[in-house]
């Protein structure tokens, strides 16, 4: 089937407020009436999106194992974009680029939770690796609450030389690692930056942390060595934010 499927209560909310264009089938679990739900029936009759009253086994088989809440909208297949897409990207932005850059980040969880946050930061496109990396699948975009349709991810086959080309249009690269001598609050996050964001364990790459220009670390003050990677994405995002505004 040449689609996806968003779940869960929260995450068709937000799919029909921002994106509702993109519904071509909302499935509602028989016997599921409240509030919310039957809000979302008629926002998706007034869309002229079919609405489809099924048992909850057909809505179980459509979410692998996700909560869906008694929720499933089917949804035109999100756009992923491609090394040829980022000069395009750049060319259309009115200020200075400002790039999520996620090495292996295999956690579908956290891959949608990354996305939420660069939406909420203003953050122009997401980079990951084509392999070794989530996919933005149902459980991915439900996570995301519609900024998997706001936020460009671009898919690279090779993600040091996808570096190397934006290092070449001045763009400056700010590596995340715990063993780094600069602090995220003293960092410089101004002007063109891409942020790069190591997988969950293991960190950045190699060949990854060699391309950045520097690296930071968030201090911590309590008895945890790291954060989860989509927590660390948001505090340093933010730091730049602070720091760009």
Known sequence: MNDDVVFGLHAVQSLFERSPEKVLELMIQKGRTDKRINQLVEDARAQGVTVRFVERSRLDGRVDGGVHQGIVARVA???VYRE???EDLLENLDEPPFLLI???VTDPH???ACLRTADAAGVHAMITPKDKSASLNA???KVACGAADNVPLVQVTNLSRTMEWLKERGIWMIGTAG???????QA???GPLALVM???GKGMRRLTRDKCDSLVFIPMAGTVSSLNVSVATGVCLFEAVRQRS
């Open 77 to 79: 297949q999100a756009k």
């Open 84 to 86: 040829g897409d980022l």
């Open 102 to 104: 996620l090495d292996g």
């Open 110 to 112: 956290n891959l949608g």
């Open 139 to 141: 459980t991915a975009r």
């Open 179 to 185: 063993e780094s001598a600069g602090n995220v609050y």
């Open 188 to 190: 410089d996050l101004k």
């Open 198 to 200: 190591g997988a969950e």
